[in-house]
């Protein structure tokens, strides 16, 4: 029978673009490979899957996509989005049973790759079908390493750890204060960090771990982890740092989220900055998932028309419950009630504001962009690192604190947005940080080592360097069963 790999993504736009875009670079190194996604329920209908997954099924005829049964969720009071994936992938756990041994009829499955966040299928590929399990973490190695360690964390204190004012030692980072830990790991008592702590604790059962980072970029941490110091108790499985794994530009997906209008946007985006000087342009845009309140658009605001620099700005609808992240489909903002009155006609000669959705990898690789005003989350971090543009950090949920503290002092890419205890920014602060990265000389020190780690990117992905050889090391493990 021919061979297949299983993808297990969990139901987010973001982490199913990382998972395609390994499955393409499988297909790369194996062509002969036949590769197979499965699609579990989207916890909120934030909308944005379909038309990704119908631009992927009609390009690459090797990837297939098994849309599991909905599952119905019971917990509506949530306070992490996370909890919300955490029993969708859950209840859905008989329905991926079910879909392995249809698929295994037909195909000899060399491996399935799951989603950190789909951990709970772990024991069911490894213990009751017996296919090699991979664990595959879309985010850095220094989050991983906080992850396996947190079982570790959690014997040292009783204690929460938003309620530890202190700097955590996590093997491998600097010190972490126990406010920028991963958002869902701040209170025990909450549901996504018994998942979290659960699934730290299963992890060192996979045949390996795949990680969408290389080796230059994380050299500390990756051998911190492989050294075994992150799981102290237990084994460490090899690690496979195979990236950076970024949609391709040009592809359906971008920053953001998609509206109705859309398909004018990336023209209106382009030929704008077309007319734009050389690293002029800042670019703010926080993510497929990322909301800002009313008068956090407000201060922005006031800050990039008081920076004088030139902008554009992706601006979507302010939450309409206590999450930081859109659970819904948004429709499109009124700019005009968000924004400060007169400040689109004041600044049109300099700045341009786009509704929803931009075509993020498109524009950071313009020569226009100077800089990325960004929410860490690290789809956009690396594809801010391949295009060579320096960032500003401005977290807004899940490990995107971890990300900021890593990304300005351990990389030097990014300066940090400061925020109030609160998590409110100022118009100040927006104003220095945008005029630090584009006229301080540690902004410029930042572009020089994004330039840099742009070239280190490149050549870890070529033929012979440490991704591609990766890659070649994972097909071999499970050629091989080593």
Request: net charge negative; proline share 6%.
């Given at each position: 029978?021919d061979?297949?790999?299983?993808?297990?993504?969990?139901?987010?736009?973001?982490?199913?673009?990382s998972?395609?875009e390994?499955?393409?670079?499988?297909?790369?190194?194996q062509p002969?490979?036949s590769?197979?996604i499965?699609?579990p329920?989207?916890?909120?209908?934030?909308?944005?899957?379909?038309?990704?997954?119908?631009?992927?099924?009609?390009?690459?005829?090797?990837?297939?996509?098994?849309?599991?049964?909905?599952?119905?969720?019971?917990?509506t009071?949530?306070?992490?989005?996370?909890?919300?994936?955490?029993?969708?992938l859950?209840?859905?756990?008989?329905?991926?049973?079910?879909?392995?041994?249809?698929?295994?009829?037909n195909?000899t499955?060399?491996g399935?790759?799951?989603?950190?966040l789909a951990?709970?299928?772990?024991?069911?590929?490894?213990e009751?079908l017996?296919i090699?399990?991979?664990?595959?973490?879309?985010?850095?190695?220094?989050?991983?390493?906080?992850?396996?360690?947190?079982?570790?964390?959690?014997?040292?204190?009783?204690?929460?750890?938003?309620d530890?004012?202190?700097?955590?030692?996590?093997?491998?980072l600097?010190?972490?204060?126990?406010?920028?830990?991963?958002?869902?790991f701040?209170?025990?008592?909450?549901?996504?960090?018994?998942?979290?702590?659960?699934?730290?604790?299963?992890?060192?059962?996979?045949?390996?771990?795949?990680?969408n980072?290389?080796e230059?970029?994380?050299?500390?941490?990756?051998?911190?982890?492989?050294d075994g110091?992150?799981?102290?108790n237990?084994?460490?499985?090899?690690?496979?740092?195979?990236?950076?794994?970024?949609l391709?530009?040009?592809?359906?997906?971008?920053?953001?989220?998609?509206?109705?209008?859309?398909?004018?946007?990336?023209?209106?985006?382009?030929t704008?900055?077309?007319?734009?000087?050389?690293?002029?342009?800042?670019?703010?845009?926080?993510?497929?998932?990322?909301?800002?309140t009313?008068?956090?658009?407000?201060?922005?605001?006031v800050?990039?028309?008081k920076?004088?620099?030139?902008?554009?700005?992706v601006?979507?609808?302010?939450?309409?419950?206590?999450?930081?992240?859109?659970?819904?489909?948004?429709?499109?903002?009124?700019?005009?009630s968000?924004?400060p009155?007169?400040?689109?006609?004041?600044?049109?000669?300099?700045?341009?504001?786009?509704?929803?959705?931009a075509?993020?990898?498109?524009?950071?690789?313009?020569?226009?962009?100077?800089?990325?005003?960004?929410?860490?989350?690290?789809?956009?971090?690396?594809?801010?690192?391949c295009?060579g543009?320096?960032?500003?950090?401005?977290?807004?949920?899940?490990?995107?604190?971890?990300?900021?503290?890593?990304?300005?002092?351990?990389?030097?890419?990014?300066?940090?947005?400061?925020?109030?205890?609160?998590?409110?920014?100022?118009?100040?602060?927006?104003?220095k940080?945008?005029?630090g990265?584009?006229?301080?000389?540690?902004?410029?020190?930042?572009?020089?080592?994004?330039?840099?780690?742009?070239?280190?990117?490149?050549?870890?992905?070529?033929?012979?360097?440490?991704?591609?050889?990766?890659?070649?090391?994972?097909?071999?493990?499970?050629?091989?069963g080593?």
């Open positions: 029978m061979e297949a790999v299983v993808l297990y993504p969990s139901p987010t736009i973001g982490h199913l673009i998972l395609v390994l499955g393409k670079h499988l297909l790369t190194h002969s490979l590769i197979h499965l699609m329920t989207e916890p909120y209908s934030a909308g944005k899957m379909d038309t990704y997954v119908s631009s992927i099924s009609g390009t690459f005829p090797s990837i297939k996509f098994h849309h599991l049964p909905t599952v119905t969720l019971s917990n009071s949530a306070t992490h989005h996370e909890t919300f994936i955490f029993e969708a859950r209840l859905s756990k008989p329905h991926v049973h079910e879909q392995l041994l249809s698929i295994s009829k195909y499955i060399c399935i790759i799951i989603d950190f951990t709970s299928a772990l024991s069911l590929a490894t009751e017996n090699p399990a991979y664990i595959y973490i879309t985010s850095c190695a220094s989050f991983l390493a906080s992850y396996l360690y947190l079982p570790t964390l959690h014997q040292k204190t009783t204690k929460s750890f938003r530890v004012r202190e700097f955590h030692d996590i093997p491998g600097p010190p972490i204060h126990g406010t920028d830990m991963v958002k869902p701040l209170d025990r008592e909450d549901d996504a960090y018994i998942n979290f702590l659960d699934f730290a604790i299963q992890t060192p059962q996979a045949k390996g771990i795949i990680i980072t290389f230059l970029l994380e050299s500390k941490v990756i051998k911190t982890i492989s110091l992150c799981v102290p237990n084994r460490t499985p090899p690690l496979f740092c195979v990236g950076p794994l970024i391709a530009e040009g592809q359906g997906a971008g920053g953001g989220s998609k509206s109705s209008s859309d398909d004018a946007v990336p023209d209106e985006c382009i704008w900055l077309d007319s734009q000087p050389s690293q002029s342009v800042v670019f703010l845009c926080f993510g497929s998932l990322g909301l800002l009313k008068e956090q658009l407000r201060e922005i605001a800050g990039l028309e920076s004088g620099h030139r902008f554009l700005w601006v979507r609808n302010p939450p309409a419950n206590d999450l930081s992240v859109a659970i819904k489909a948004q429709g499109d903002p009124d700019l005009d968000l924004l009155d007169g400040f689109l006609e004041r600044t049109k000669e300099r700045g341009l504001v786009v509704k929803l959705w075509p993020q990898v498109k524009i950071l690789n313009h020569s226009s962009i100077g800089g990325f005003v960004t929410h860490c989350g690290w789809n956009s971090t690396l594809e801010a690192v295009a543009v320096p960032m500003v950090a401005w977290p807004l949920y899940a490990e995107q604190r971890l990300n900021r503290v890593v990304l300005v002092e351990e990389m030097k890419l990014a300066l940090s947005m400061n925020e109030s205890e609160d998590g409110f920014v100022r118009a100040d602060e927006v104003e940080k945008v005029r990265l584009m006229e301080s000389e540690e902004g410029e020190l930042i572009r020089e080592r994004a330039i840099a780690m742009k070239n280190a990117a490149k050549a870890a992905m070529d033929e012979g360097g440490s991704s591609y050889t990766a890659f070649s090391k994972l097909i071999e493990s499970w050629k091989h080593k």
